[in-house]
């Protein structure tokens, strides 16, 4: 599927992307080619595969939580620009 280049710069002004020409005609070809192979994709015949979130079984391999000690929240609250209540003090951000 061709993608014109005014079709390009349509979208990198909803990205808010600025192109230089030449980019924008390498962004072109580059869509194009994209678009080319998800119809080669959509040709195919899916109705006997699984849905799946990942092409691969995943298994988590992150580590067990593990009790440490850590500095005293004091020494922590020394270090702060601001602090109160045992607590940082930060700006306020919402009304």
């Not at 599927?1 to 390009?8: D, G, H, P, W, Y």
């Given at each position: 599927?061709?993608?014109?280049?005014?079709?390009?710069e349509?979208?990198?002004?909803?990205?808010?992307?600025?192109l230089?020409?030449?980019?924008?005609?390498?962004?072109?070809?580059?869509?194009?080619?994209?678009?080319?192979?998800?119809?080669?994709?959509?040709?195919?015949?899916?109705?006997?595969?699984?849905?799946?979130?990942?092409?691969?079984?995943?298994?988590?391999?992150?580590?067990?939580?593990?009790?440490?000690?850590?500095?005293?929240?004091?020494?922590?609250?020394?270090?702060?620009?601001?602090?109160?209540?045992?607590?940082?003090?930060?700006p306020?951000?919402?009304?």
């Open positions: 599927m061709a993608i014109t280049r005014e079709q390009v349509h979208i990198a002004r909803l990205a808010r992307l600025e230089e020409p030449a980019e924008l005609d390498r962004a072109a070809r580059e869509l194009g080619s994209i678009l080319e192979y998800i119809e080669q994709l959509q040709a195919l015949d899916t109705r006997d595969i699984e849905p799946t979130a990942h092409v691969l079984d995943l298994v988590m391999v992150s580590r067990p939580d593990q009790v440490r000690p850590s500095l005293p929240a004091e020494q922590v609250l020394e270090a702060a620009p601001e602090s109160g209540e045992g607590h940082f003090r930060v306020r951000i919402l009304g």
